[in-house]
């Protein structure tokens, strides 16, 4: 049975940590609905209504389209091992990119990464925590480090290029403001 909560109570929040993976959703007024799943321990919980998930660069940059028109966002994350549990946290999000002057005070959350594109902060409306007795059981073994060796290995002009060929809009054709 679903339960709702205003806020992040504590054992969510342990459950949250807990996790190796997580799930982002986002939609425009039309066209595409972005789910994204997301690793790398790139998210943060800053407070029990807010959080903040570092996005490393990508082959799209949907959500921070998706923000710029509806600023909404649901993020998901599943139990794969112990107590099944799928919590949903909704809210509205803002994107922070490299040239915003809070990118430095959030940046500072997070291993510095290779390949940070922008920040998501998200600001908590809801919770809700369901039963998950359909997730399959699944074992962790290791992140894939696949894409921060792909960023390392390029120059930040380099990176900037990539983000101006692939990031600068949404599939279906929305400014995603990574330049703005």
Known sequence: MAKFYDLLEPQLIEFIHAQKIFFTGSAAQEGRVNVSPKGCDSLRVLSPNKIAWLNLTGSGNETAAHLKLINRITLMFCAFEGKPLILRVYGSARAIH?????????????????????????????????CGFAVPYMDYQEDREILNDWAAKKSEAELKEYWT???VKSIDGHPTGIFD
Do not use: C, M
């Open 165 to 167: 060929q692939k990031n």
């Open 98 to 130: 490299q040239q915003d002057p809070e990118w430095d005070e959030y940046f500072g959350h997070f291993d510095k990464s290779p390949g940070a594109r922008n920040i998501f902060l998200v600001d908590i409306d809801s919770v809700q925590t369901s």
